[in-house]
């Protein structure tokens, strides 16, 4: 979970390298390095911390000329994130590495080096690669040859870029396992590990896939798979551009796609539904053939990805379709039985989470009918590898916690289930009433946005506490899973949801002043059950705050405070609450002082497992 950016050009690199890496820096963000060859060889910084370290410690080299250099932020997964451990790692004098993935072998081709003779500087598996293509180079004269040998010897995931001060116009990349995109410039080549790093200096790409080598050179790119073979490959041009991802006038980007999520949501619904139908064909040409034969459903994801999935059970079981949700790192590593006709869905913001592209995998090994992907990265991994696709368009989300991407998610969830659920139990008024909620949908986040300084008032209950509980039924709970796992990521307090009913069944113990209590209240059959819980925590002496439809007549007392969020129906209530959940977290971390948009030890896009 690292991010790399590599550039051969007819202009200084250093300032592209160091946009690339800021734009690269959700996928972490421990240190980070750059290597710069120029004609005394290369010159490399390294330093722990963010790019703007780096930038610190570039000082006045910051105005270097070099035309050709490679660039790195780092996740740390071996070794601790220390100077030494940053990349780009050297050999003497001779070749620069940097490295997105890890390299399972790597502990028998450290072994086999040290008795070559090599001398390892780090703890990396990264310097495993360099001294085998050190070694190889040797042999065969060509930094080309040399990484094709060596990435036949590597077990794991990689992405990797290597330039040699013996060949300086010429920078080899290959790729298994983890992104790695090449931009086309005017005034040069670049490798990367997505696109939003590049989009300074080209809007065309091409994809690199796995198991494939690139060069980048002067004279353009060359694309070969392991044996040498050329690959074509088509240009893609995308239709992002460099300020899409900019803060403007927000002081994170988290806030910012939280109150983009209007936008989002209706983007995510533009040419998908007509007056009371959602539109056949969304999903793929072949859709509605598939969703004819469709007699079950198993959603794979990770994180938010997964509560999402989790709101989908309710919805795909609701009417008429049987539906398993499972972790990815859960379902990858486990036998399971999969029904026949089963349609496996995988959810993912940046369609590069390893747990769910090898899940995915798996199930195509055990001969799942179909697949069907929900993502928000037109050319990533996930929606390549599988069979129907469909694009949520929240735009770049860089926040590390989810918010836009998860709500789009939902939006898109829910006209699958319209879409495979008219072949079962869902009824054309039904649908009609769907479609009608879907369309009020963007009116109805936005006015839940203006809530906003209410619940920033309301933020500052929770910044002494070490603690929360977060409760909801139904729908309702992966929500109030979604909203415990906002609060804990970006501002590191201990927060667990249940489902209300189980509140008795042990957590209530735990319940006094000092533990607050948030509840998710939607006027739904449910709701009487869970006035009975508020008034559990009541009696205990918890502090309560309710997010409460405007029909849920829950009373303002002493201890429980309540935030109406207007009359949302039932069917979309879990995209509506999930909101002021986003806005707390915030408004938590805001006070607490945390680092909300990079929060400790996390990274955006977990290609790692
Ligand atoms: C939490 C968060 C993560 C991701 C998870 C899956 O705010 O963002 O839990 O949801 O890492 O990522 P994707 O959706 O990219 O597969």
């Not at 060949?167 to 005017?186: D, N, T, Y």
């Not at 926040?399 to 289930?417: C, E, I, N, R, Y």
């Not at 933020?459 to 002494?464: G, K, S, V």
Request: aromatic residues 6%; glycine residues 8%.
């Amino acid at each position: 979970m690292c991010g790399i950016v590599c550039a051969i050009s007819t202009e200084a690199v250093l300032p592209l390298l160091i946009e690339g890496l800021k734009r690269l820096e959700y996928r972490g963000y421990d240190s980070a390095g750059v290597a710069l060859l120029n004609k005394n060889g290369f010159e490399r910084t390294r330093s722990v911390g963010r790019i703007a370290d780096l930038e610190k410690a570039l000082g006045n080299g910051i105005n270097n000329t070099s035309t050709a250099g490679i660039a790195h932020t780092r996740w740390a997964t071996h070794g601790a994130p220390t100077q030494k451990n940053a990349h780009p790692h050297l050999t003497p004098g001779k070749l620069a590495i940097v490295h997105n993935g890890i390299i399972e072998n790597h502990q028998a081709l450290r072994e086999e080096l040290i008795k070559a003779g090599y001398v390892f500087n780090s703890e990396t598996d990264t310097e495993v690669i360099l001294h085998e293509v050190d070694r190889q180079y040797q042999l065969a004269g060509d930094l080309y040859e040399a990484v094709r040998a060596t990435v036949k010897r590597l077990k794991g995931a990689y992405a990797i870029g290597l330039i040699s001060s013996d060949e300086p116009r010429r920078i080899v990349g290959a790729r298994s396992g983890s992104p790695m995109v090449v931009g086309l410039g005017k005034k040069g080549h670049y490798i990367a590990s997505d696109m939003a790093a590049l989009l300074s200096v080209t809007q065309d790409f091409h994809i690199i896939d796995d198991d494939e080598l690139v060069e980048i050179s002067d004279d353009g790119v060359r694309i070969t798979d392991l044996d040498g073979k050329l690959v074509q490959r088509d240009v893609f041009t995308s239709d992002q551009h460099a300020g899409a991802a900019d803060l403007g006038h927000y002081q994170h980007y988290m806030l910012k796609e939280i109150h983009e999520q209007t936008q989002a949501v209706s983007d995510t619904l533009e040419g998908r539904i007509a007056a009371e139908r959602v539109l056949p064909g969304i999903f793929g040409a072949q859709d509605e053939t598939i969703f004819k034969q469709t007699g079950a459903i198993q959603i794979i994801a990770c994180g938010t990805s997964y509560h999402a999935g989790l709101v989908a059970q309710y919805w795909f079981e609701k009417f008429g379709i049987a539906c398993r949700v499972e972790i990815a790192s859960e379902f990858r590593s486990r036998q399971h039985t999969i029904a026949d006709n089963t349609l496996l869905v995988t959810l993912s913001q940046s369609g590069e989470t390893i747990d769910t592209l090898a899940a995915l995998k798996v199930a195509k090994q055990e001969g799942v009918a179909h697949t069907l992907t929900i993502c928000n990265a037109p050319e990533s991994s996930l929606v390549r590898d599988s069979e129907l696709v469909f694009m949520t368009h929240a735009g770049p989300e860089i926040g590390v916690a989810s918010t836009k991407a998860f709500t789009t998610q939902l939006v898109s969830l829910l006209l699958l289930v319209v879409s495979i659920t008219k072949h079962h139990r869902l009824s054309a008024q039904d649908e009609a009433r769907i479609v009608k909620e879907l369309r009020e949908l963007p009116a109805i986040i936005d006015e839940t946005l203006r809530r906003e300084k209410e619940i920033a008032a309301l933020a500052r209950l929770f910044t002494d506490k070490q603690h929360a509980l977060f409760l909801g039924r139904g729908t309702q709970y992966p929500i109030a899973m979604e909203g415990a796992l906002k609060l804990k990521e970006i501002s590191y307090i201990h927060a667990e949801a249940y489902a209300a009913g189980e509140l008795k069944h042990g957590p209530l113990a735990l319940v006094d002043e000092k533990m607050p209590v948030i509840a998710v209240a939607p006027n739904n059959r449910l709701l009487e059950k869970l006035k009975s819980n508020i008034e559990e925590v009541r009696a205990r002496g918890g502090r309560m705050l309710v997010f409460a439809d405007d029909h849920a007549q829950i009373n303002q007392t002493k201890g429980v405070d309540i935030i109406n969020i207007g009359r949302v129906d039932n069917i979309i209530a879990p995209i509506v609450f999930t909101i002021p959940l986003q806005m707390l977290a915030y408004h938590v971390a805001l006070i607490k002082g945390t680092d909300l948009d990079k929060p400790r030890n996390l990274a955006k896009s977990v290609t790692v497992e």
